[in-house]
């Protein structure tokens, strides 16, 4: 997950944007997180006098059991973040923003798109918004199947209704 900003300090633009498909490497994390490894970047780095900053967007996939119909699916997430490129990390930096290292003109990203990932996840997701979910009572899956749980209730008004139009 290394970008190399050699080219870009060396010159006089101030932006440089970067939209690249990065590999995350941590198998244990991949695993235990169901993480697909291919993470979409899309970074803007600044120039601010004589500070560096990353302005950038992930999206990253894994496999979810759907709170619902519990049926396992990708979900999708995008999560944003800000970040100060440093030569080295300050212990008493407080924002929101990371810091991230730069050493030999380059910076790995590995650990920031973890921290990302680990807090961006959600709790509980959803297949589809729509997901019909399973049926209560005998567990059939609503979205695919039917089953004739609820058909059993009538709503009295109705089997009034009925009666009139008997
Ligand atoms: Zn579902
Ligand atoms: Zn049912």
């Not at 005998?138 to 008004?157: A, Q």
């Amino acid at each position: 997950m290394i970008i190399n900003l050699k080219k870009f300090l060396l010159s006089d633009d101030l932006v440089y944007n970067v939209s690249d498909r990065l590999t995350l490497k941590d198998k244990k994390f991949l695993d235990e997180n169901k993480l697909n490894k291919e993470i979409e970047f899309d970074g803007k780095f600044f120039k601010v006098e004589k500070s560096l900053l990353l302005e950038a967007k992930i999206d990253y996939f894994y496999s979810e059991n759907c709170a619902r119909c519990l049926q396992e699916f990708e979900n999708k997430v995008t999560a944003k973040f800000n970040a100060i490129i440093v030569d080295e990390l300050d212990e008493d930096y407080e924002t929101e923003d990371m810091q991230i290292l730069i050493k030999d003109s380059s910076i790995d990203l590995e650990e920031s798109i973890k921290q990302l990932v680990y807090l961006s996840m959600p709790m509980k997701a959803l297949c589809k918004s729509s997901c019909k979910g399973i049926c209560s009572k005998c567990g059939i899956n609503l979205n695919t199947d039917k089953c004739e749980c609820n058909d059993f209730v009538i709503d009295p008004r109705l089997e009034k209704l009925k009666t009139l139009l008997k």
